[in-house]
């Protein structure tokens, strides 16, 4: 694996950090993110991304993973960070098929086992990572002991209204081989360099958001916009099918911001409902980046988050 950069100072995470670049079965060229700890490890905990995300934004959650005692192992998508984009606009949001995800996860799952990451193995997923996530553990390919989820994308927040056009207009731009093209309403500049921290759908924290603001201003390069047609068709079509599958054994703790409007919650409380050793937790007072809260509500995701590991250690 070559070197890859990372921005450690914008990371605001632990300076011990290695970034190495790694390719997929399809030849995709993606960044992947070592935080090893300092401290007799626990095991290591993988950090699967929301969309339009990059590792550098987890630095500050790597620093609260050390304290606890883990290494954290983190990846850029294909489409965003600093992985190889998918489309000529480098700010769509773009996939061709979910089943390419999983080709990532592959990916860093070889590139752990090169590393020699510390087991046992840990998965958070937030956002896109938990749709991701969920998959790859209920299908066998990522061999973790538990998992957590925030804010996870098993169905997109929509009025049947705008469920039923997105949908319609989705598969046709897709149909049309249009997929490249942005989804209604959005567009192709970064959300939080183009929304006042008081209209913001992600935190309530002004500290965090202006982190946000930061990492997107000094890393330009890895910024995406709005999702495109074929992202949004791809989703539709993955949470589906998701929603129809039964739920692994291993344990789980699940978190929703109580005012998230992004994903919705009622998908979430559904699939823990059905999940053996599983646990869903409605976070009052947070919007959808539940690690990037205020303090109590962050401190306390990560408490339980970590308390639930230490149980499988």
């Keep these: ?17 290695f970034a190495y670049w790694i390719h997929t079965e399809d030849n995709v060229r993606l960044r992947v993110t070592y935080w090893p700890t300092d401290k007799v490890s626990k ?13 550098e934004k987890y630095g500050r959650t790597a620093e609260e993973i050390h304290k606890a005692g883990y290494n954290t192992f983190a990846i850029d998508w294909r489409g965003q960070g600093l992985s190889d984009r998918l489309t000529d606009d480098r700010m769509t949001g773009h996939i061709l098929k979910y089943s390419d995800y999983q ?28 749709c991701i996530g969920l998959r790859s553990i209920t299908e066998g390919l990522l061999p973790v002991s538990a998992c957590a989820f925030t804010a996870p994308l098993w169905d997109i927040n929509l009025s049947l209204f705008q469920r039923y056009a997105a949908w319609s207009l989705a598969w046709t731009a897709q149909f049309l081989g249009k997929g490249h093209l942005y989804a ?4 192709g500049e970064s959300y939080v360099l183009n929304t006042a921290f008081e209209d913001n759908r992600l935190t309530h924290d002004p500290g965090m958001y202006q982190y946000y603001i930061n990492i997107s201003k000094s890393l330009v390069d890895q910024q995406i916009g709005g999702p495109s047609m074929g992202w949004l068709f791809q989703t539709l079509k993955e949470t589906r099918s998701l929603s129809k599958m039964s739920s692994p054994s291993i344990p789980c703790i699940t978190f929703c911001g109580a005012e998230d409007s992004i994903v919705a919650a009622p998908a979430a409380q559904n699939r823990m409902a059905r999940w053996p050793n599983g646990a869903f937790d409605l976070v009052q007072g947070a919007k959808h980046d539940v690690l990037y809260e205020s303090p109590n509500i962050r401190e306390s995701v990560i408490a339980k988050i970590c308390d639930l590991f230490a149980a499988e250690n």
């Excluded at 095991?43 to 590792?55: A, D, L, P, V």
């Design 184 to 187: 209604p309403g959005t567009r």
């Design 43 to 55: 095991g290591s905990i993988f950090i699967f991304q929301g969309r339009t995300e990059n590792n």
């Design 1 to 17: 694996m070559d070197t890859a950069p990372f921005h450690i100072h914008v990371a605001e995470g632990p300076i011990n950090v």
């Design 103 to 130: 080709k990532d996860v592959a990916a860093m799952i070889d590139a752990a086992s090169a590393l020699d990451l510390p087991k046992p193995w840990y998965l958070i997923g937030h956002s896109l990572g938990a």
